[in-house]
């Protein structure tokens, strides 16, 4: 089965993420994605890219098969392509648009991080960053992005101290934009997509990223290249 499927409606490209499982962001899965990103980037007839989940699951996170594999070298690795991957969503130059089905963990998180507009289903879903909990550090380009996005009120305790919110209180921390009944979060992001896309001049648009994300998306680089050496 492809994990990561692609969709046009008008100006709006969907990627639709669905494993079968949780969405685990896996070497394929991540690979697709960004080629999803440079897609949607590339071709003049996309205005956005949404990123939509599998029913009750946007991601749980980095493949566990890698994660606890015992292989350091790959580990590493994954984490770097994640690092890209979320790094490309936030520096691309079309929004990017998360549809987050349901729990949005580790990984899974620092994506809707990456994207312009986060729309999450209601209902007793998990979003955040656990690695404390679980006796992991986060990499570097990841504190990069929650200080860029998360607020300012929150961002300690959803980093160092793992703190795991409900979707609805995740709008106050920072992981999402607006909650909807789950039926509704494609939908709703597509609508928000095509508004955007209709709205925005893509050239000004493109230039804006550049020119207010450009020193985070340089130092995510610089961490992220650091974070590969490590592992060469």
């Not at 984490?79 to 949005?104: E, K, N, Q, W, Y």
């Not at 620092?110 to 006796?135: H, W």
Request: glycine share 10%.
């Amino acid at each position: 089965m492809t994990a990561v499927t692609l969709e046009r409606r008008d100006a709006v490209m969907i990627a639709h993420l669905d494993d079968g499982k949780a969405n685990a962001l896996s070497f394929e899965i991540i690979e697709s994605l960004r080629n999803a990103v440079a897609e949607a980037s590339a071709d003049e007839t996309v205005g956005a890219l949404v990123i939509h989940g599998r029913p009750g699951k946007f991601s749980a996170g980095f493949d566990l098969n890698v994660m606890r594999g015992g292989d350091m070298g790959r580990m590493i690795t994954l984490v770097a392509d994640g690092g890209d991957l979320v790094r490309d969503c936030f520096g691309a130059s079309v929004p990017v648009i998360a549809a987050s089905t349901g729990h949005a963990l580790a990984a899974g998180a620092l994506l809707l991080l990456g994207c312009d507009v986060r729309i999450g289903a209601d209902g007793p879903f998990q979003v955040g960053l656990p690695e404390v909990n679980i006796g992991m550090s986060l990499p570097r380009w990841s504190i990069t992005i929650a200080n860029e996005r998360l607020s300012q009120r929150h961002r300690l305790r959803a980093t160092a101290n793992g703190r795991i919110t409900g979707p609805a209180e995740s709008v106050d921390v920072g992981f999402l934009d607006e909650v909807v009944d789950g039926d509704a979060v494609l939908d709703r992001a597509v609508e928000l997509a095509t508004q955007l896309a209709g709205a925005m001049d893509a050239r000004a648009y493109a230039q804006i990223v550049i020119d207010t994300r450009g020193a985070a998306l340089d130092l995510m680089a610089e961490q992220i290249a650091a974070d590969r050496a490590a592992a060469a």
